[in-house]
């Protein structure tokens, strides 16, 4: 509840700066101090030692599980202003609105990580995605960007439309919209599997449905890498990481309890989608040109080994989440930084990086190292204890096999993004880079080699 409040006060005081203050450099430093404020309350909640006392009614249900998720969103999203708030206030004119909406944003994933009611699971989506519509569209002047903007709006309704429907049939079927225990229609005779009625199963069935558009798992991914493309890529870095892993800890959450209905159906149907997903994003990577688009396809690939903490559901899947979770944002908030520096974003335009600027291509390696799965890099755990979670269940060791041949294949085209910066000869043109902005990437890619090395030091204050 800490997170909830603090992040919605700081998103209106983010508002009120934007009339009071006329420097727009001073504003990242307000949001800054805002998020290391809400990162204080978050883990002062988590620990026990003070929290915000309201009666949700049980409609919001806080874990340590959620609470370390949170503590981890709201971490990637300082470390995402303090390397990109100066890109944040070049892109329009409204920067400190930007910010509001970033805290808005950051409200919606808090609500997510300790909703106990399909209610408040829709409430935290919107509040989390409608924010989100706007920042797409932040940059006026860019056709793409406004295309962008309608096409994730539209998608984003028609999304919220399935989901509601879900939501209305499963509380039609079961006359409660809680998560913890469903209740079936049909009591199963002792020894047999449970039995559900067509209302409940059509509901989690289009539940699952709004949820894999939400975190862009195929078949459902398709606005993907035009709404990525298209949007400010200051914007993108942080729709492809804290707001992609909120969807997944709710998508968790969710169906932890529900799928016990589908029976052996939910394993066929989380198959198709898992390989369906690691398939397009992989393959698709790996014919383009432009590197923003090539992330947005590599994101989605991403979202494949995501999705065996839902195929698992144990406490390696737990932990897997969590490190993955932290993982990937850094590399890719990484990444996306250096990204921004570039005036051209295709291939060629990282030409020769390693020697105009070593500390941006360095740092653009280790996190495409980290990406790849790559060991001594924190993606290698991540995607270790994805398919260690697997494995654990005694079933679906061929999708362990599959998901391997995938990341060789993402292994070929993060690659060649290092090749260019290394082994091609070129210029790269980049904008204004200052020793700051080259400390946070320093101080990002020695986290990304830490985790790696050591993923206890993340872990251990799960259960401590």
């Not at 469903?182 to 709004?210: Q, R």
């Not at 690939?301 to 390696?316: I, P």
């Not at 740092?363 to 990406?371: G, Q």
Request: aromatic share 14%; glycine share 8%; charged share 10%.
């Amino acid at each position: 509840m800490n997170a909830i409040i603090v992040s919605a006060l700081l998103g209106v005081v983010m508002m009120f700066s934007g009339i009071l203050l006329k420097n727009k450099s001073s504003l990242k430093y307000i949001a800054i101090g805002g998020l290391l404020l809400l990162l204080i309350a978050n883990l002062f909640q988590t620990y026990g030692v003070y929290t915000i006392v309201v009666n949700s009614h049980d409609l919001l249900r806080f874990q340590k599980f959620g609470l370390f998720f949170n503590s981890i969103a709201i971490s990637a999203t300082l470390i995402y202003v303090i390397l990109s708030g100066k890109d944040i206030e070049n892109v329009g004119n409204y920067p400190a609105e930007y910010f509001a909406l970033i805290f808005f944003v950051l409200c919606g994933v808090s609500i997510l990580c300790g909703f106990n009611s399909l209610l408040m699971l829709f409430l935290g989506i919107e509040i989390l995605s409608i924010p989100l519509y706007i920042l797409t569209g932040a940059d006026k002047r860019n056709l793409k960007s406004n295309e962008a903007s309608l096409k994730y709006f539209l998608m984003g309704a028609f999304t919220a439309g399935i989901m509601l429907m879900g939501i209305a049939l499963i509380y039609g079927a079961t006359g409660s919209f809680g998560i913890t225990s469903p209740v079936f229609i049909n009591t199963p005779t002792p020894g047999s599997a449970p039995k559900a009625s067509f209302l409940e199963i059509a509901g989690v069935l289009l539940l699952f449905v709004a949820m894999c558009f939400k975190v862009s798992a195929a078949p459902f991914h398709f606005w993907t890498p035009d709404v990525y493309d298209g949007a400010p890529s200051v914007f993108t870095s942080f729709m492809a990481t804290v707001v992609k892993a909120a969807g997944f800890f709710a998508f968790i959450r969710l169906l932890e309890g529900q799928t016990a209905i589908l029976g052996p159906t939910w394993k066929i149907l989380l198959s198709f989608v898992i390989i369906s997903t690691l398939l397009i994003g992989n393959i698709t990577a790996v014919f383009q040109q432009s590197v923003k688009r090539m992330l947005a396809y590599s994101s989605i690939a991403q979202a494949g080994f995501m999705l065996f903490a839902l195929y698992s559901f144990n406490e390696v899947a737990k932990e897997g989440i969590l490190l993955y979770a932290a993982a990937y944002s850094l590399a890719t908030i990484g990444i996306f930084a250096v990204l921004i520096k570039l005036k051209d974003y295709t291939l060629d335009g990282f030409n020769g990086l390693a020697k105009t600027e070593p500390v941006l291509a360095l740092t653009a390696t280790i996190c495409l190292l980290s990406l790849s799965g790559i060991p001594l890099t924190a993606g290698f755990f991540a995607k270790y204890y994805m398919l260690a979670s697997v494995v654990k269940t005694g079933t679906g060791l061929w999708l362990v096999i599959v998901a391997v041949l995938f990341a060789a294949v993402s292994v070929y085209y993060y690659f060649r993004v290092i090749q260019a910066m290394y082994f091609r000869e070129g210029v790269s043109e980049t904008t204004e880079i200052t020793s700051g902005f080259k400390a946070g990437l320093i101080f990002v890619a020695a986290l990304i080699v830490l985790i790696g090395v050591l993923p206890s030091l993340l872990l251990n204050y799960f259960y401590f």
